[in-house]
């Protein structure tokens, strides 16, 4: 499968950031301020452990003689740091090669005008051309950032301070831990827009899904890269998972426990696919919860993970929608086609992957095994792969994008499913939110964690 999502990529699309497989061409979109080669780099470090070398040498030629940094748009600081500096420092690490560390610093280095704020706290977007920042349009009427955003920058940015030797990175990130730590939380819970002006929350909207998910996994996977010394970022995952527990967790009629999304203290009781890496993430925070909670957390981390697969077994296609409700009797369903459409993401393998690294119950593999299935039944075209608009209709409605994450993402978490678990050791690696596996520091020379 990534061998024919590649080779689909470079026959029709290469350079471009992402491949359109219905007809056949690349696409910018506007997210990476004229970046390119988006699946380039999200794929580096997939075709490497997958042991493409053909494939993984056409990606490192394309990096060393035509990835240029000299671009003038405007782009995402969370959507660069994920895709672009996690891909780049993964390929590093797996491979040592020089043209990976270079250009991944060069790049961090274009993100820092995006910290020029009162709080450190960073705005979403970054112009290349004049060194200015502003936040999306659409948080909150452009005055705020996002917890997902600005909470999921610390794993990339130490391992920057780390291969640079430049101390700003780390001290980015820091304050905005700092930031973070200090400011006062609503019931504990962390809501999803906070002014990078004020340093005040804009709005009480917490979620574990899209908006939020990433700051939690950020932190307990800082806990696990600093080889467990930064016992701040463990001290604020195990805190926020309990208020999380307290106020988001719901078990339906039906028996299904799910994470509901918070508005004021008004539960939405729905569940984002964005939500469904959680299960993953509980899972690999058990082992260091506290002693009589690590049985509790291992069996919401299972409880999770299998309400993610009934979201997916409860469609035609055992494709999961992109969120799903639980009401008046239909559960774990989308309610409206707006909701219903599958664009090849990962969370849901992403927690069977931690689940079987956990248990090894073979279940886990059985389910991955229905999504490979699924995902060639319905979404693999003439060209490529694609996502699919209506996950609860047999007749696949494609909606012509090979998204970059199905390369370092999906594609990676399924195979590493099926991989024995040494095949990067989660004692050893830690994946970004874009499934980009970063060494824990076993000497600790970064400095990390909360010192």
Known sequence: MMQFAWQSYKRYAMGKNELRPLTRDGYEGNMFGGLSGATVIDSLDTLYLMELKEEFQEAKAWVEESFHLNVSGEASLFEVNIRYIGGLL????LTGEEVFRIKAIKLGEKLLPAFDTPTGIPKGVVNFKSGSNRSWGWAMAGSSSILAEFGSL???FLHLTQLSGNQVFAEKVRNIRKVLRDIDKPFGLYPNFLS?????????HVSVGGLGDSFYEYLIKSWLMSAKTDMEAKDMYYEALEAIETHLLNVSPGGLTY?????????????????????GMIALGAEDAKEEKRAHYRELAAQITKTCHESYARSDTK???EAFWFNSGREAVATQTSESYYILRPEVVESYMYLWRQTHDSIYREWGWEVVKALEKYCRTEAGFSGIQDVYS???DHDNKQQTFFLAETLKYLYLLFSEDDMLSLEDWVFNTEAHPLPVSHSDSSGGGGA
């Open 90 to 93: 993964s390929a590093f690490y």
């Open 154 to 156: 610390h794993l990339e």
């Open 259 to 279: 994470i509901a999304e918070w508005r004021g203290g008004i539960l939405d009781h729905k569940m984002g696919h964005l939500a469904c890496f959680s299960g």
């Open 394 to 396: 047999k007749v696949p």
């Open 319 to 321: 494709l999961g929608p």
């Open 196 to 204: 990078p002006v004020s340093g005040n929350w804009m709005q009480h």
